[in-house]
């Protein structure tokens, strides 16, 4: 009998868990371990903050898992081994045949000094509902969506939100001006200029400013600065936080201080045999020297590949499956459309559009989820 420990509960974790599960004879283990006992969608947060959608609609708890015959464990991880397939918890200890690695990126909203005083993390859902509740309550001046620090997941998603949030503020008729800033000389490197200037197009025509090239380095009492000595004025500020590698990530091996996990970017292996890593806690750099983006699409199909690995060398076999890079998001613009992000990112060079937004992208973004939730969960 075999023992497959997956250690993270989103997207790359629950794909690579269901996978396995399929793959492996019944009688094998597939042991899932997160801190939180339930899962949500990052689009989701966004839905929240602006009030168009409850988030509790789209929770699902990770125990409903049990039902596909995977073992659900809600607790830290205090520390991995990775030569040895253990995992220590606060309680207890686990060893496996293999470990999956999905453990996504830790928020460090610390790091910049005042901003955690000062500004809402809308990237964490436990402060969506204090998000709405301020978006709400702005009755004028300044909204600031703010990027501080890269890389960050969804990379559309703080567009997505200024967009979403200066809709609804023109609908409630409040005298408020959006803004997003961020440290990228363009809003979407990673798609190229032509195609990132179609995103811009966007906020242009909305009357959201897009301050370019902004690396903040402090929040006061209603004031960023920037490096340089810039200030921008706000009366409400919606943060990205910096993000990073999880520390037991870093103390176990899997990652240098202030990196990612390095992956074979097809397999998804990391240098210890038998440990794949998957979805945002790790780096593949693409051939145009950019890293992939963290994006649930990515983790998911990294999950399900690092899984039929694992399975063929569990039967002393081999396998062809091989993550392909290929993936859509779908950032929302107002009006009641969604522009997709769709490409072939490991292509050489990358090949990613920006679509015309539509009505269309706005039902297949509501479809994505829940074909996934359903597939995973149960309807």
């Not at 559309?156 to 200024?162: I, N, R, S, T």
């Not at 936080?241 to 870093?250: A, D, K, Q």
């Amino acid at each position: 009998m075999a023992r497959v420990v997956v250690l993270g509960g989103g997207f790359g974790g629950i794909a690579a868990a269901t996978r396995l599960r399929e793959l492996l004879p019944r009688s094998d283990e597939v042991i899932l371990v997160d801190r939180r006992r339930d899962f949500v969608m990052g689009l989701r947060k966004t839905w929240a903050v602006v009030g168009s959608h409850p988030l509790e609609d789209g929770v699902r708890p990770l125990s409903r898992l049990a039902d596909r015959g995977i073992e659900v464990i809600e607790a830290a991880i205090e520390a991995i081994d990775p030569a040895a397939h253990a995992v220590r918890l606060a309680n207890r200890s686990l060893d496996g045949d293999a470990l999956v690695v999905a453990l996504g990126a830790e928020q460090a909203p610390e790091q910049v000094p005042g901003l955690v005083e000062h500004g809402i993390n809308v990237w964490d859902r436990a402060e969506a509902g204090r998000a709405h509740a301020a978006l709400e309550g702005l009755a004028g001046g300044r909204l600031v969506v703010g990027v501080f620090g890269l890389p960050y997941a969804c990379p559309p998603g703080p567009f997505e939100l200024a967009l979403l949030a200066n809709e609804r503020l023109a609908a409630r008729g409040v005298p408020a001006s959006v803004e997003v800033f961020a440290p990228m000389p363009i809003a979407l490197p990673v798609v190229g200029a032509t195609e990132s200037a179609k995103i811009e197009a966007l906020l242009a025509a909305a009357g959201v400013a897009f301050l370019r090239g902004r690396r903040a380095v402090e929040v006061r009492d209603s004031t960023v600065r920037f490096a340089g000595g810039e200030e921008r004025p706000f009366d409400l500020l919606f943060a990205v936080p910096p993000h990073r590698c999880p520390g037991v990530l870093v103390e176990a091996g899997l990652a240098a201080p202030g990196g990612w996990v390095a992956v074979d970017p097809r397999t998804l292996a990391t240098p210890f045999p038998g440990v794949y890593a998957v979805g945002d806690c790790t780096a593949i750099m693409l051939a145009h020297g950019l890293p992939l983006p963290k994006a649930g699409v990515f983790a998911e199909a990294e999950g399900y590949v690092a899984a039929e690995w694992i399975a063929a060398e569990l039967a002393g076999t081999s396998s062809h499956a091989a993550f392909a890079g290929e993936g859509v998001c779908y950032a929302e613009v107002g009006g009641q459309r969604a522009a997709q992000v769709r490409g072939r990112f490991l292509a050489d060079p990358p090949e990613i559009s920006v679509l015309e937004p539509s009505v269309g992208a706005v039902e297949a973004k509501a479809s994505f989820e829940t074909a996934r939730l359903v597939s995973w969960f149960g309807g």
